[in-house]
């Protein structure tokens, strides 16, 4: 059974910090790319950063790059989102997701709200 299991969002004060973790289960997890993504309220989703099957290359959008950093432990099967300098609107579901050709897996998010 596939499973990709969010951890790590919480409510975080401007500025701030969080780290997400995507643990994943059910399938050989270093040979899939990786990356996150976040839906904010009544907003469509949108790609956060990705990560190759290795490790070693990463791409990250406009607004998350010099904030954000995406790393895997393959030995763990898990991927992580480093957020800093945090701003409201990154406010969002943070969610994983798997890649490896046509086959895409899909975690249930965790909610990462970012208030004073």
């Known amino acids: 059974q596939v499973q990709l299991v969010e951890s790590g969002g919480g409510l975080v004060q401007p500025g701030g910090s969080l780290r997400l973790s995507c643990a994943a289960s059910?399938?050989?997890?270093?040979?899939?790319?990786m990356s996150w993504y976040r839906q904010a309220r009544g907003k469509e989703r949108e790609l956060v950063a990705t990560?190759?099957?290795?490790?070693?290359?990463?791409y990250y959008t406009n607004s998350t790059k010099g904030r954000f950093t995406i790393s895997r432990d393959n030995a763990k099967n898990t991927v992580f989102l480093q957020m800093n300098s945090l701003k409201p609107e990154d406010t969002a579901v943070y969610s994983c997701?798997?890649?490896?050709?046509?086959?895409?897996?899909w975690g249930q998010g965790t909610q990462v709200t970012v208030s004073s």
């Open positions: 059910g399938f050989t997890f270093s040979t899939y790319g």
């Open positions: 990560i190759s099957s290795s490790g070693r290359n990463t």
């Open positions: 997701n798997a890649v490896r050709g046509g086959i895409v897996y």
